[in-house]
């Protein structure tokens, strides 16, 4: 089993980014207000190769795009 496996998906993955993102529709790292649903990216706070949950306290909102967050998150996720 990978860790793909046991990610959630489908209406259950719309459910918790509505969730989240009704909790603070801000980006986490930089504060810009997002857009719902495709002003952000659910961003795993532990990446889950490095063993974090797919669970709702290991989530957060994060602005997307070419020079969004989750894309610097990600680039440095993969250094550590």
Request: proline share 4%; aromatic share 6%; glycine share 8%.
């Amino acid at each position: 089993m990978t860790i793909a496996d046991n990610r959630i998906t489908g209406v259950t993955l719309q459910k918790r980014r509505f969730k989240v993102w009704q909790r603070d529709p801000r980006c986490v790292m930089c504060g810009r207000l997002t857009d719902y649903p495709s002003g952000f990216e659910l961003d795993h706070i532990i990446p889950l190769y490095q063993g974090g949950e797919d669970v709702i306290s290991n989530t957060q909102i994060l602005c997307c795009g070419e020079d969004g967050c989750h894309k610097k998150k990600t680039k440095q996720d993969m250094k550590a």
